[in-house]
């Protein structure tokens, strides 16, 4: 049984950083893509980022030139480095794993996502 574990999120101020982190275990996930939704309140769940099982990122345009998604198979963990955040980008953020492979913009989807985490909380105050 697959778990991911997020960790990094908090309270920071509008322009900030925070670098979430999403490690995993039960089993290696270097076969998986990976991926980073968020929810905020009132709102649905949507797609920030991915990174297919060779590597290669995708973004949500919400989250292009401010968000990095990058892995570390070695480690089973997958970070979400979030730069100049902005009071909008306040969610919960989950990470999920997906067997299947990444293609045709089906990673936006989390229906198409196997196993997730329980969140983590990033506060942007203006």
């Known amino acids: 049984q697959v778990q991911l574990v997020e960790s990094g999120g908090g309270l920071v101020q509008a322009g900030g950083s925070l670098r979430l982190s999403c490690a995993a275990s039960g089993r290696p996930l270097s076969s998986d893509g990976m991926g980073w939704f968020r929810q905020a309140p009132g709102k649905e769940r949507e797609f920030v980022a991915g990174i297919s099982r060779l590597g290669i990122t995708y973004y949500a345009d919400s989250a292009k030139g401010r968000f990095t998604i990058s892995r570390d198979n070695a480690k089973n963990t997958v970070y979400l480095q979030m730069n100049s955040l902005k009071p909008e980008d306040t969610a919960v953020y989950y990470c999920?794993?997906?067997?299947?492979?990444?293609?045709?913009?089906?990673?936006?989807?989390?229906?198409?996502?196997?196993?997730w985490g329980q969140g983590t909380q990033v506060t942007v105050s203006s």
């Open positions: 999920a794993a997906c067997s299947s492979p990444f293609y045709s913009g089906n990673y936006l989807h989390d229906y198409l996502y196997d196993h």
